[in-house]
């Protein structure tokens, strides 16, 4: 029943900007922390942003911090990852998550930085 849907990857150069989306239904998406993760070929899967479900508080990872921005629009159930100065190192494929007693993750959307 929950179901989360990315969208919005694709191929951009370095430098350059993507915006993702995450779609989210089966669940009271206003009361949930929403998660981004990414996973690169042959790495860990890693945190790189959540949103508390106000939507008034942010983190991000180390390596993304003033580049990306993530938010939320609980009225439409969807929560964005803006992303800015795009570096190949953010290649990867990247992933919704919520946290409902376990984890619910997205099939993920393909980010590729590359020249």
């Known amino acids: 029943q929950v179901q989360l849907v990315e969208s919005g990857g694709g191929l951009v150069q370095p430098g350059g900007s993507l915006g993702l989306s995450c779609a989210a239904s089966?669940?009271?998406?206003?009361?949930?922390?929403m998660r981004w993760y990414r996973q690169a070929p042959g790495k860990e899967r890693e945190l790189v942003a959540s949103?508390?479900?106000?939507?008034?508080?942010?983190n991000y990872s180390e390596s993304v911090k003033g580049r990306f921005t993530i938010s939320r629009d609980n009225a439409k159930n969807t929560v964005y990852l803006q992303m800015y100065t795009l570096k190949p190192e953010d290649t990867a494929v990247y992933y919704c998550?919520?946290?409902?007693?376990?984890?619910?993750w997205g099939k993920g959307t393909l980010v590729t930085v590359s020249s």
């Open positions: 998550n919520v946290f409902l007693s376990k984890n619910y």
């Open positions: 089966g669940f009271t998406f206003s009361s949930y922390v």
């Open positions: 949103i508390t479900s106000r939507g008034d508080i942010a």
